[in-house]
């Protein structure tokens, strides 16, 4: 069972224009939403993250939203580069879980010049 | 040099074979963690540990065996390696219990059961 989904396996966007990447959950009990960047061949990179008690988090180009009523959160980038193509991947867990992350099926963000 | 490392980072292997991969890291964190990485699953959490000498299953721990001596080594060892274990498997560390940290990765191990 997918705690954790993210539906769309691709994007595509130009260039300047804005990014939205979206994950949805089924599990009530996280508390604490991440998003990870993965270029091919490294590992994921800890990319920006948000608590259940916020509904908006911020990061230079990159922000964060969260939807507790409807267990959704997006991921914003403005303005997109090409240097943003990677998978994106979002992440959940419970603050008392232990630091286990369950984590979505990624999304393959490619930006066009 | 600081941060984590996994070893091999390429591993060709039969059917039947014992492999151990091996992941270290620097910052004395307490947590480590094995995901497998797949299409269509995304990243899938094998065993955890809290500390040294602590160990307990993630999502998809069957065929796998972890050990944790030393603080800063988590080897993952496949005691007969099968093909549906032909993956890419990602390390990682993160601090305190139960603190909001988030989770360093290595740079993966690709591995390839024949």
């Known amino acids: 069972d997918q705690q954790v989904k993210q539906n769309s396996p691709s994007l595509s966007v130009q260039e300047g224009r804005i990014s939205i990447l979206n994950c949805d959950y089924t599990n009530s009990m996280f508390d604490y939403f991440l998003w990870y960047k993965k270029y091919p061949a490294e590992g994921p990179t800890f990319l920006i993250s948000i608590s259940s008690i916020k509904d908006k988090n911020e990061d230079g180009r990159f922000t964060v939203f969260l939807n507790k009523s409807a267990k959704h959160l997006s991921l914003h980038i403005v303005p997109s580069q090409p240097g943003d193509s990677a998978v994106y991947f979002c992440?959940?867990?419970?603050?008392?879980?232990?630091?286990?992350?369950?984590f979505g099926t990624g999304t393959r963000l490619a930006v066009r010049p | 040099d600081a941060g984590i490392t996994q070893s091999p980072r390429y591993k060709i292997t039969e059917t039947g074979r014992q492999v151990t991969l091996m992941c270290h890291q620097t910052w004395s964190h307490s947590y480590m963690f094995w995901y497998r990485q797949d299409l269509g699953h995304g990243l899938r959490l094998i065993y955890y540990s809290a500390a040294a000498d602590i160990t307990d299953k993630g999502e998809v721990p069957d065929g796998y065996v972890v050990s944790r001596s030393k603080t800063e080594n988590f080897p993952l060892t496949l005691e007969s390696a099968t093909r549906s274990q032909t993956s890419v498997y990602f390390c990682a560390s993160s601090g305190e219990r139960d603190s909001y940290n988030e989770q360093f990765f290595g740079p993966g191990t690709r591995l390839t059961v024949l």
């Open positions: 992440a959940a867990k419970r603050g008392s879980s232990g630091d286990k992350l369950t």
